[in-house]
Nanobody, 124 residues
Framework: QLQLVESGGGLVQPGGSLILSCGAS????????MGWFRQAPGKERAFVAA????????AYSDSVKGRFTITRDNAKNTVYLQMNTLKPEDTAVYYC?????????????????WGQGTHVTVSS
């Protein structure tokens, strides 16, 4: 049974940075694509970023492109989301998710496994 666990959330001022991590137990991340989604208060969960199985291909939502970077370290069984120039509208619960295939996924239905989420609050 795959378990995904996010970490690294917290309170940060506008313009600041955070790095989220997603680790896995019970199964390796190596073989499959991963993604990050977020759910802001009162809104539906939305796609943030995705990475394919070997890190050679990535994708981002328009709202975070140029500010966020998704990477993975398969040797450490971990996926990261580097978030720079954070804005109050980035405030949300951030979830990592894993597909059962190698290639990028852009919607929730593309992903089979989910973490419990980590809170990110951007506020002064």
């Amino acid at each position: 049974q795959l378990q995904l666990v996010e970490s690294g959330g917290g309170l940060v001022q506008p313009g600041g940075s955070l790095i989220l991590s997603c680790g896995a137990s019970g199964r390796t991340l190596t073989a499959n694509a991963m993604g990050w989604f977020r759910q802001a208060p009162g809104k539906e969960r939305a796609f943030v970023a995705a990475i394919n199985w070997n890190g050679g291909s990535t994708a981002y939502s328009d709202s975070v492109k140029g500010r966020f970077t998704i990477t993975r370290d398969n040797a450490k069984n971990t996926v990261y989301l580097q978030m720079n120039t954070l804005k109050p509208e980035d405030t949300a619960v951030y979830y990592c998710a894993q597909r059962t295939v190698l290639d990028l996924g852009y919607t929730e239905s593309n992903y089979a496994y989910w973490g419990q989420g980590t809170h990110v609050t951007v506020s002064s």
